[in-house]
């Protein structure tokens, strides 16, 4: 069975960083591809990044470009989202996804396991 947890949730003001984590279990984690996604209230789910087995193709959506950092460590079966200068537009639940595929994608439908969620709220 396959397992998928999220952490690192929280409250911070704008400008100010957190750092998710997704640990995966019941999956060859080092040759699945992780991704990101998260979901406002009243939007759709939105590709955030996402990550090749390898670490080589990285993803990044256009609001989060240059401000958020996917990394994974295969040891670890974990994979991080650093995310820097948040705004208040970037509150949402945050998913982490695994895909059997190797590489990834910001497509949801790619992704056949999904995490519960934590939510990270930016005040202004």
């Known amino acids: 069975q396959v397992q998928v947890a999220e952490s690192g949730g929280g409250l911070v003001q704008a400008g100010e960083s957190l750092r998710l984590s997704c640990i995966v279990s019941?999956?060859?984690?080092?040759?699945?591809?992780m991704g990101w996604f998260r979901q406002a209230p009243g939007k759709e789910r939105e590709g955030v990044s996402s990550i090749s087995w390898n670490s080589g193709s990285i993803y990044y959506g256009d609001a989060v470009k240059g401000r958020f950092t996917i990394s994974r460590d295969n040891g670890k079966n974990t994979v991080y989202l650093q995310m820097n200068n948040l705004k208040p537009e970037d509150t949402a639940m945050y998913y982490c996804?695994?895909?059997?595929?190797?590489?990834?994608?910001?497509?949801?439908?790619?992704?056949?396991?999904w995490g519960q969620g934590t939510q990270v709220n930016v005040s202004s």
């Open positions: 996804a695994a895909t059997t595929s190797g590489w990834g994608s910001l497509t949801p439908l790619d992704f056949r396991y």
């Open positions: 019941g999956l060859t984690f080092d040759s699945s591809a």
